[in-house]
């Protein structure tokens, strides 16, 4: 049974430290975030709730071949 | 969990294990990231983290995996899986070519410019599918489900992809030319014909090497063969047919488009993680092209919260978490190590999924599958130069000691 620590091909405080630390990390990006500022209340500050750009040539964001110089 | 109520009486369903720590952690998961999303964001980003989730969920239990069935029809020339890719490339761009041009405001489509960045883009990434050992959704499903491999794969994906980014404002500039919608050409109705011929020219193509080869077409893989476990717990813990799984797979992209305004995609994701990293360590990432143009400069800025594919990817990997949980395997792939050719093919085959996707305007999601959806002709292109690529990556495979 894979319940058994004997069995079990993976090691669960591994798991845990390892999606900590990635919680950590996206926390620690959105705290420095301008929508994070704008939620605590700091005006002047220019967020980016709907990132779309819809005069752009790719889903990237690419410019088309033709306006390219 | 029983669902023995579906069931004929006196049949006995065999006992069903959950790995309930994988299960427990990955709800916990979803509920810590759903809250904080919810929290500081909009409930619309909770909706495609929902989206997200289901979506990994489905490709786990369909084991919906674009290289594996490319590799199936050139090794053992059998099609299920190309095939299956067929019917939900048909299905969603019935679904979203008219939603497109329904006049609704705010719905962009998934086209890109059709020139050598896109056709070298998506060479390379077939062959890194086949040495990587996934594509952009499989990468992230298989890492979700706790394959070491994978996510030695990822790692890399994510440095090609920032690699590509550097260089694909020069690729731009090499021969090309604008998008082309085919509707604008055909109209809705004639661009979906169109490519629905396209996809069962491609589908009569796949039948005949089967047919060829073993004389017969196999269909079992679209119907349900879990009668003996009952409806709830095949669509707990899998396997689904792939029916299941095109259904639910076309259902998250139109929904993806009806919600955030532009068709799923992946691979942008790992281009803002990955410039985000390197303007940690003190990279100043405004200094090059892409990382100024609007779209990038935007959610290099914001918060990965606030950026679509990156949500949606948490989702998935969390997503494709729970449902390894669910079927009791989770890291089942990952007994053996990658070592040597193996660990080298996981980072050649990472670089080149990466640089190849932005190059190629994105991966089999991005540019293959919602590109379809969206009738673009560079979805078309991508698809004959990434199996191109993926041949040659097929060939490659032996030398990594990866099996065939």
Redesign the interface.
């Known amino acids: ?3 058994n620590t004997m069995d079990r ?2 090691s ?1 405080a591994r ?2 430290v390892l ?1 900590a630390i990635i ?1 950590v990390l ?2 620690a ?2 705290l420095r ?4 500022a704008f ?1 605590s209340g700091q005006g002047n500050v220019e ?20 306006t ?1 110089d | 969990m029983d669902d023995s109520a579906v069931l004929p009486s006196g049949i006995q369903q065999p006992q069903w294990q959950v790995d309930r720590f994988i299960v427990s952690t990955a709800l916990v998961g979803l509920a810590l990231l759903g809250g904080l999303i919810w929290l500081e964001t909009a409930p619309f980003m909770v909706a495609l983290f929902a989206v997200g989730t289901v979506l990994g969920m489905a490709l786990y239990h369909g084991a919906f995996g674009f290289t594996a069935g490319w590799r199936n029809l050139v090794v053992k020339k059998r099609g299920a899986g190309m095939r299956a890719q067929l019917l939900l490339f048909g299905l969603t761009s019935l679904i979203m070519v008219p939603m497109l041009h329904s006049g609704q405001e705010g719905l962009v489509g998934a086209v890109a410019p059709v020139g050598l960045s896109l056709v070298l883009g998506s060479f390379l990434f077939g062959i890194g599918m086949q040495l990587g050992g996934g594509c952009g959704s499989g990468t992230l499903f298989t890492v979700g489900a706790g394959n070491i491999r994978m996510v030695v794969t990822l790692v890399f994906f994510i440095a090609g992809a920032v690699l590509g980014s550097l260089h694909l404002p020069w690729w731009l500039d090499q021969p090309g030319f604008d998008p082309v919608p085919l509707v604008n050409t055909f109209g809705i109705s004639g661009a979906i014909l169109v490519q629905f011929v396209g996809l069962g020219l491609i589908a009569w193509w796949v039948n005949r090497i089967e047919r060829k080869a073993h004389g017969n077409v196999e269909r079992g893989e679209l119907l349900w063969k879990g009668q003996s476990h009952g409806v709830l717990r095949t669509l707990l813990s899998g396997r689904w047919p792939f029916t299941w799984a095109i259904l639910i797979l076309a259902a998250g992209n139109a929904l993806t488009l009806g919600i955030g305004g532009a068709p799923w995609s992946i691979t942008f994701a790992f281009n803002v993680w990955g410039a985000k990293a390197l303007e940690v360590v003190g990279v100043n990432m405004s200094q090059f092209e892409f990382w100024t143009w609007d779209y990038p400069a935007m959610a290099l800025k914001d918060s990965v919260l606030t950026n679509i594919p990156s949500v949606m990817n948490f989702g998935l990997l969390l997503g494709a978490m729970l449902a390894a949980g669910l079927a009791n395997r989770f890291n089942e792939a990952s007994r053996n190590r990658p070592e040597g050719r193996q660990f080298m093919a996981a980072v050649v085959g990472g670089l080149m999924l990466g640089y190849g996707a932005r190059l190629g305007f994105g991966c089999n999601i991005g540019a293959l599958f919602s590109g379809i959806a969206s009738a673009s002709l560079h979805a078309w292109v991508w698809f004959a130069s990434a199996f191109v690529g993926s041949l040659i990556g097929i060939r490659l495979r032996p030398w990594f000691r990866l099996p065939n």
């Open positions: 049974m894979r319940g091909p993976y669960r798991i845990l999606l919680l996206i926390v990006d959105h975030s301008p929508t994070f939620n967020t980016a709730l709907t990132q779309k750009d819809e005069t752009a040539c790719a889903p990237c964001g690419a410019p088309c071949p033709s390219r």
